[in-house]
């Protein structure tokens, strides 16, 4: 009987030890295929993020190449049209855009930003203390003006913080400016730059919408950036085989001579940032290129 016993227990111990390592085998089983997925999803993002910087230099390729040249006559038209691209395994969405035909957040009066906003749907008591918010952030000075906002302003809302007081380096920075939400700066980003050059004479004239916004806002091309086919703001979207997104956005300076560029903004962005995709509205395929 004692034996018996005894193989028993060895027997249920056996059945035990094997159960455990059923049960480790799966564990290291699951740890391999999670870590095979993670290793997957980083080689795809990888992917999808060489394939977004080469379209950016791809595109400077494309600028530095035709020195002079208009912007509307170079291979990627520099007014926002949506180029693919392709690159390896991966199609590339591309749009230039020269930061001439935009309008210089530092220099507009009050006037031609009411009216950037009212052209995109906001009523015009909101669109004209906007404006107002944005001269009082951008000015040195602690006036608010009728509609605008300094300090006071911000801790009445609840804000840690006041205006700037100082030019604004980037159009993100509109994101601060009591009063603007992330709907209404998705609205306008795209009309807005902060990359003015003063040296230029004569501007290159806006696009069309951009234009009927100058005549009712009584204003002139001076509060356009003053850099026609010098400063450019190019977007990549990238999507590998395997559905990885990944956006690079870009903001380059061509030299008046020489092939030398500076790189005034280099960052990734979001398929969904408040921007249409790339790939809507596409409208030239450029795989030969």
Request: no cysteine.
């Given at each position: 009987?004692?034996?018996?016993?005894?193989?028993?227990?060895?027997?249920?111990?056996?059945?035990?030890?094997?159960?455990?390592?059923?049960?480790?085998?799966?564990?290291?089983?699951?740890?391999?295929?999670?870590?095979?997925?993670i290793?997957?999803?980083?080689?795809?993002?990888?992917?999808?993020?060489?394939?977004a910087?080469?379209?950016?230099?791809?595109v400077?390729?494309?600028?530095v190449?035709?020195?002079?040249?208009?912007?509307?006559?170079?291979?990627?038209?520099?007014?926002?049209?949506?180029y693919?691209?392709?690159?390896?395994?991966?199609?590339?969405?591309?749009?230039?855009?020269?930061?001439?035909?935009?309008?210089?957040?530092?220099?507009?009066?009050?006037?031609?930003?009411?009216?950037?906003?009212?052209?995109?749907?906001?009523?015009?008591?909101?669109?004209q203390s906007?404006a107002?918010?944005?001269?009082?952030?951008?000015?040195?000075?602690?006036?608010?003006?009728?509609?605008?906002?300094?300090?006071?302003?911000?801790?009445?809302?609840?804000?840690?913080?006041?205006p700037?007081?100082?030019?604004?380096?980037?159009t993100e920075e509109?994101?601060?400016?009591?009063?603007?939400?992330?709907?209404?700066?998705?609205?306008?980003?795209?009309?807005?730059?902060?990359?003015?050059?003063?040296?230029?004479i004569?501007p290159?004239?806006?696009?069309?919408?951009l234009?009927?916004?100058?005549?009712?806002?009584?204003?002139n091309?001076?509060?356009?950036?003053?850099?026609?086919?010098?400063?450019?703001?190019?977007?990549?979207e990238a999507?590998?085989?395997?559905?990885?997104?990944?956006?690079?956005?870009?903001?380059?300076?061509?030299?008046?001579?020489?092939?030398?560029?500076?790189?005034?903004?280099?960052r990734?962005?979001?398929?969904?940032?408040?921007?249409?995709?790339?790939?809507?509205?596409?409208?030239?395929?450029?795989?030969?290129?």
């Amino acid at each position: 009987m004692k034996d018996r016993s005894e193989e028993g227990v060895a027997l249920i111990a056996v059945l035990w030890t094997l159960t455990l390592l059923s049960i480790i085998a799966a564990a290291l089983s699951l740890e391999m295929r999670s870590s095979t997925g993670i290793a997957r999803n980083m080689a795809e993002n990888a992917t999808a993020r060489a394939a977004a910087d080469a379209g950016i230099q791809r595109v400077v390729l494309d600028l530095v190449n035709t020195p002079g040249t208009p912007p509307n006559a170079r291979g990627f038209h520099a007014d926002g049209t949506v180029y693919a691209w392709r690159f390896a395994n991966s199609t590339v969405h591309i749009s230039v855009q020269d930061e001439a035909s935009k309008i210089d957040l530092n220099q507009a009066p009050e006037a031609l930003l009411a009216v950037l906003f009212e052209s995109v749907g906001i009523d015009p008591d909101k669109a004209q203390s906007l404006a107002d918010a944005i001269a009082d952030f951008r000015d040195a000075d602690n006036l608010t003006r009728p509609r605008g906002a300094e300090e006071a302003e911000y801790r009445s809302a609840g804000l840690a913080r006041g205006p700037k007081n100082a030019p604004f380096q980037m159009t993100e920075e509109l994101q601060q400016v009591l009063g603007m939400t992330a709907e209404i700066y998705g609205r306008v980003a795209a009309s807005l730059t902060t990359y003015y050059i003063a040296d230029t004479i004569n501007p290159t004239m806006p696009d069309e919408r951009l234009t009927r916004l100058l005549r009712r806002a009584g204003s002139n091309l001076q509060y356009f950036a003053s850099s026609p086919g010098f400063v450019f703001s190019i977007r990549s979207e990238a999507k590998s085989s395997k559905g990885a997104v990944f956006v690079r956005e870009a903001v380059v300076q061509l030299p008046r001579e020489g092939p030398q560029i500076q790189v005034l903004s280099w960052r990734q962005g979001t398929a969904n940032s408040g921007k249409a995709p790339l790939s809507a509205g596409l409208a030239l395929a450029m795989s030969q290129r």
